[in-house]
DNA sequence: CGGGTTGTTGCAAGCGTTTGCAATAACAGT
DNA sequence: ACTGTTATTGCAAACGCTTGCAACAACCCG
């Protein structure tokens, strides 16, 4: 099993549908040693599928990180990615109903980074915890992702 | 003194230079009652100097917006922008010195919209702060705006 | 295994925002 | 006031990313 079978599954498993495009951006970043940049995803992609357009690379990579199967870097205005590390990840609590859900490093990732350029602060992010409402309880939209990052109480 | 004259002067404080772009940007942004979009700012502003850029505009906010001045909303793609109210605000804090710094609420509400978008999460951020290390003490990048934030202790 | 449904793709245009650059003007010092 | 220094501006082009749309193909079901 390749080092992106596990978030191939995980794809399926959510109900979303197993193109040929999703598996070759997926691979792509798995092979990588470091994380990887849009254009360079796109680039060795259209080297075997030279149709691949960079909508779908954006809209593939924009559905792996909401799933938390891949993890978002900023680096000095474009974003990069990597497979995500499975360990760390943050937790959002609803006030309401007392519900857990994962919340992937790289949102947390992009607020640190504006944190580091505006102000040269290095916040320390780790064990963090956001309080709130979830989406049943009263927030406000429902993506289908939320769904798989829900553990129970 | 109008609305934002403690604007203007906390621009002449922090050693920033007085340009009318600046005051004009400042006064548009005051003189409205609710927040007001990039587009409006500069066609405002044009009506009475034809001259004015939109990348002096995109410039002019974020810099206000570093200083706390303006606070931003996300709306759909766009932003648009508002005088801060002095009330809410939120703290930086530094393992290292102990120091204190101020952080507008635009940059949580970043974080927030991301949330809410992508999970329909509604996070509590009132009373938030972020613990880390200042740019002093081993951050990374030194802003300007870094100083007229500080509190002492 | 063939047919229908519906998520997904490629394309292209557009979005909001940022950037490099030479010219300009604000402010400090005299 | 005048001058020098240096931040700031206007302009234009580019950036990274998103979107609407019609054609397509992955999957569910019998």
Chains 1, 2 share one sequence.
Do not use: N, W
């Not at 947390?108 to 309080?131: K, M, N, S």
Request: proline letters at 4%; hydrophobic letters at 40%; one cysteine or more.
């Amino acid at each position: 099993m390749t080092r992106h079978g596990a978030a191939i599954e995980a794809l399926k498993r959510t109900g979303h549908r197993l193109t040929p495009q999703r598996v070759m951006v997926l691979s792509v970043i798995a092979e990588q040693p470091a994380h990887v940049g849009v254009e360079e995803i796109q680039s060795r992609v259209k080297a075997v599928y030279p149709y691949m357009d960079q909508a779908t690379v954006y809209r593939t990579i924009h559905l792996l990180k909401e799933l938390g199967l891949v993890t978002e870097i900023q680096a000095g205005g474009a974003s990069r990615y990597e497979l995500s590390a499975s360990g760390r990840h943050h937790h959002m609590v609803c006030r309401e109903c007392g519900g857990a859900f994962d919340l992937s490093p790289s949102y947390l990732e992009e607020f640190r980074a504006t944190l580091v350029r505006d102000f040269g602060f290095e916040p320390d992010l780790d064990h963090f915890a956001v309080a709130g409402r979830c989406a049943s309880c009263g927030g406000k939209r429902v993506s289908p992702a939320a769904a798989i990052s829900t553990e129970r109480k």
